[in-house]
């Protein structure tokens, strides 16, 4: 099994896009009362708690943003003009869910370095999750063609964060250490 992840500072809002994806998507839901949603907010607020961040609320719109750029089957950020953050995450294992996803990211948390509050490639991921001053969250997957993130068939996970985290200057007001 082959896994990815990546978390970008600030990426695009994704205003159209007129690419035909070579995969399918994984999950449909668009309303804050499914079980997809339900299960994104559960995961993100648990981990946002022990580091003393507020409880993120579902974006449908960042939602539709997030499962076009899934679509596309890219392992790359998107460009936000600074609308919103956004974490990556791959794999080829079957049933990935998005608790895999924020599960993987919050597995940086161990190397971020509090005495050099800074966006690190290695911890954006974490930090993005725990941003504190992020309120809004839609997580967005899609099951990609074998030669489009890796050689066999996989499935890609977009989170999208508004407002944007790991923005520079403001890592000491925004990652907690972890509380609980």
């Avoid at 708690?49 to 579902?58: D, F, S």
């Avoid at 600074?82 to 079957?94: I, V």
């Avoid at 690190?120 to 969250?137: A, E, I, L, R």
Wanted: with cysteine.
């Amino acid at each position: 099994m082959k896994v990815i992840t990546a978390a970008i500072a600030s990426v695009a809002y994704l205003t159209s896009q007129a690419v035909a994806a070579p995969c399918s998507f994984a999950q449909t839901p668009v309303t804050t009362t499914d079980v997809y949603s339900d299960s994104v907010l559960a995961i993100h607020n648990s981990h946002r708690a022990q580091y003393g961040a507020k409880p993120l609320t579902w974006s449908p719109e960042l939602y539709i943003s997030a499962l076009q750029y899934a679509k596309l089957c890219k392992f790359s950020s998107s460009d936000s003009r600074g609308k919103y953050g956004e974490n990556f995450y791959a794999t080829t294992a079957r049933g990935t869910n998005a608790a895999q996803a924020v599960n993987s990211w919050m597995a940086q948390a161990p190397n971020y370095n509090y005495n050099n509050p800074v966006f690190s490639s290695n911890t954006g991921g974490f930090t993005q999750v725990v941003w504190k001053s992020s309120t809004q969250v839609a997580c967005a997957q899609a099951q990609c063609a074998a030669g489009t993130i890796y050689s066999q068939a996989s499935t890609i996970t977009i989170c999208r964060y508004s407002p944007p985290g790991n923005m520079k200057g403001q890592f000491v007001q925004n990652v907690g250490r972890r509380v609980v």
